[in-house]
């Protein structure tokens, strides 16, 4: 994986890529508290400190909700393959 940071007047876009494969629950969550949680190198030590254990919080919150929408997913489409008389494909889809 690499990262390409693109700068302009309008703000930042940041390009995550992958091979063969999408971005894990993980990857995800680190990309959103980045642009959710913003800690200033200019900030009170303590508060700095209680930001990143906040920060961190929120990652572990984000990565456990994503996994869950997964889960989820995995279920409707197995259900609607199951509701169209497709059961060996949402036999396999629950194996994945």
Known sequence: MFS???KN???TVDVQ??????HTPEELAGFAVEKII??????????????HA?????YWVI???AKQAIKSD????????????QEDLAKLLRTI
């Open 54 to 58: 906040f920060r961190e919080k929120m």
């Open 17 to 22: 890529t992958t091979v063969d494969r999408g």
């Open 38 to 51: 913003q800690i200033a190198d200019s900030a009170d030590p303590v508060l700095k400190q209680q930001a």
């Open 74 to 85: 995995r279920t409707t489409l197995s259900n609607n393959l199951v509701n169209n008389g």
């Open 9 to 11: 007047d309008c703000g």
């Open 4 to 6: 390409v940071d693109i």
């Open 63 to 65: 990565v456990h909700t």
